[in-house]
């Protein structure tokens, strides 16, 4: 099942601007619309991309023609710019081995994350997605059967979360889930509008590399470099956890972003300020938290 399952769910590791369905599009690359965001149809399609951020400048998504969707409909993008904190996040459209050497990297570093997971991800995987959430870890939805969103009615996108969500509640303890990555980053401003009135956030990103393609691995130091040199305030971090490229330099990324003054926080801190806000990491060893 899974392997009839595997050329779909790679779709989601397109990262940049590529015509619906295809694979092989590099993190960030440019993104080329039909018409300027000002003069675009609600059902528009856009494929996220951003500008790179380059010697700790800040990603852009300023020239990509969507940010004022974005930005209208509370997707996230970067977190508080003015603060060295980093968010950690994973997709997971299925397991290929290397998410259980991840959680013991981040349970070591006391790190939290979040990943975003699909249908086929929480049937094949249950015991691991148990594992993320009594670790402290966050569970995001990532679509049932990872549609382009926009070309489905706004009942089927709710069919596709909700089901995910039903489907993870027996796991986590919850059945609250806050988060949204969309699939294959497509999305509308249609898509925005529905799925926040559903009671999600949508969550892109300002760091990534091309690490979903699991037959072009180049080792965990093209991986460390690609993710080190990208480090910004604020950022949003994707990675896929199919790569084993990741899951060997998540350590020493980790390592190298503290030793430059950054903390990792958890997608629920973004957006909270003041010395109120806890300053430790997450804790493992504690009691299951439930995710939203």
């Known amino acids: 099942m899974k392997f009839a399952l595997i ?4 779709a989601c590791f397109l990262l940049g601007s590529v015509p ?8 960030g690359a440019a993104v080329e619309t039909a018409a300027p965001a000002e003069t675009a149809s609600a059902d528009t399609p856009f494929h996220f991309g951003f500008k790179k951020s380059v010697n700790g400048q800040l990603a852009s998504i300023n ?34 081995g290397y998410t259980a050497p991840i959680l013991d990297t981040l349970k070591a570093k006391k ?26 870890h966050l569970i995001g939805n990532h679509s049932w059967s990872h549609p382009d969103m926009t ?23 919850t059945d609250r889930m806050r988060y949204l990555r969309p699939p294959r980053g497509i999305f509308s401003e249609r ?20 690490d979903w393609d699991v037959n072009d691995q180049k080792g965990s130091d093209y991986a460390y470099r690609k993710v ?29 972003a503290r030793r430059q003054g950054y903390e990792f926080r958890s997608l629920d801190e973004l957006g909270r300020k003041g010395p109120e806000r806890p300053r430790d990491q997450a804790k493992p060893e504690s009691a299951p938290k439930k995710a939203p």
Request: charged letters at 25%; hydrophobic letters at 45%; aromatic letters at 8%.
């Open 228 to 256: 080190v040199s990208q480090l910004h305030p604020g950022a949003v971090i994707l990675l896929h956890s199919v790569s084993k490229d990741n899951a060997a330099a998540l350590g020493a990324i980790i390592d190298e």
């Open 111 to 136: 790190v939290p994350a979040i990943f975003f997971l699909t249908g086929h991800y929480v049937k094949d995987q249950p015991e691991l997605v148990k594992r993320m959430a009594a670790e402290g």
């Open 151 to 173: 070309t489905i009615s706004d009942a089927r996108i709710k069919e596709e979360l909700e089901r995910v969500k039903q489907a993870a509640a027996p796991l986590t303890g």
């Open 63 to 96: 020239e990509e023609g969507f940010k004022d969707i974005v930005d209208r409909h509370g997707a996230i993008f970067l977190g508080d710019t003015t603060r060295k904190e980093l968010f950690l996040t994973f997709d997971n459209g299925y397991e290929n």
């Open 7 to 10: 050329p779909g769910l790679l």
């Open 191 to 210: 898509v925005l509008m529905v799925t926040k009135e559903l009671g999600y956030t949508n969550v892109f990103w300002s760091i990534a590399y091309k």
């Open 20 to 27: 619906a369905g295809s694979v092989g599009a590099a993190a």
